[in-house]
């Protein structure tokens, strides 16, 4: 049971942008960096987003990150039918002995 | 370019031991460590744990103490991670993902492309 939630899915037309949330709190999002992953289907993780709003080389400028005390959001602008995927949210929690937790997860549907 | 790559899918009976090898290139090994994290089937992520691929030290989920082991052998450049006491709920795909100290960079940036792991009787 995640203590990241996320929207169980979102969609979108193609060129439109879609919003993903990710609701925490102040042991793990309120004070430690978030990163978001792309899931396709059928294949590992890949890192989108890292310290809230950075995108490693390669990943389109499409995609942006943001955060706001407990929650956080990824954007998706310019939707394309290669987005559809699973998304997770995930930063570091500090309560007990600590833990990296990732978001429950938002499939991404483009219709 | 930075690479991971996993060993094959395993079958085993409940209460068994599995070891999960990742074996890295495409960058200096002891300069990051390496996260594993397990997705069961149709399941989200769930984090296991971390290990420092320079020291050995090793940062384990709550859950997961005393059931999981993590090392690297930096002669090879490859990371393991072993589960022991199998249940069918450990069923899963195991993934490495390269990462500095989560509590401090707090990103997997480099994945590998995942292990099955099986666990029947």
């Known amino acids: 049971q995640s203590v990241l939630t996320q929207p169980p899915s979102a969609s979108g037309t193609p060129g439109q942008r879609v919003t993903i949330s990710c609701s925490g709190s102040s042991s793990n999002i309120e004070g430690n960096p978030v990163s978001w992953y792309q899931q396709l289907p059928g294949t590992a993780p890949k890192l989108l987003i890292y310290?809230?709003?950075q995108r490693p080389s390669g990943v389109p400028d499409r995609f942006s990150g943001s955060k706001s005390g407990t929650s956080a959001s990824l954007a998706i602008s310019g939707l394309r039918s290669e987005d559809e995927a699973d998304y997770y949210c995930a930063a570091w929690d500090d309560s007990l002995t600590g833990l990296y937790v990732f978001g429950t997860g938002t499939r991404v549907t483009v219709v | 370019q930075v690479q991971l790559v996993q060993s094959g899918a395993e079958l085993k009976k409940p209460g068994a031991t599995v070891r999960v090898s990742c074996k890295a290139s495409g960058y200096p090994f002891t300069t990051y460590g390496i996260n594993w994290v397990r997705q069961a089937p149709g399941q989200g992520l769930e984090w296991m744990g971390w290990i420092s691929a320079d020291n050995g030290y090793t940062q384990y989920a709550q859950k997961f103490q005393g059931k999981v082991i993590m090392t690297t052998d930096t002669s090879t450049n490859t990371a393991y991670m072993e589960l022991r006491s199998l249940r069918f709920d450990d069923t899963a795909i195991y993934y490495c993902?390269?990462?500095?100290?989560?509590?401090?960079?707090?990103?997997?940036?480099?994945w590998g492309q995942g292990t099955l792991v099986t666990v029947s009787s």
């Open positions: 310290r809230n709003n």
């Open positions: 993902a390269r990462g500095k100290r989560p509590a401090v960079a707090g990103a997997c940036d480099y």
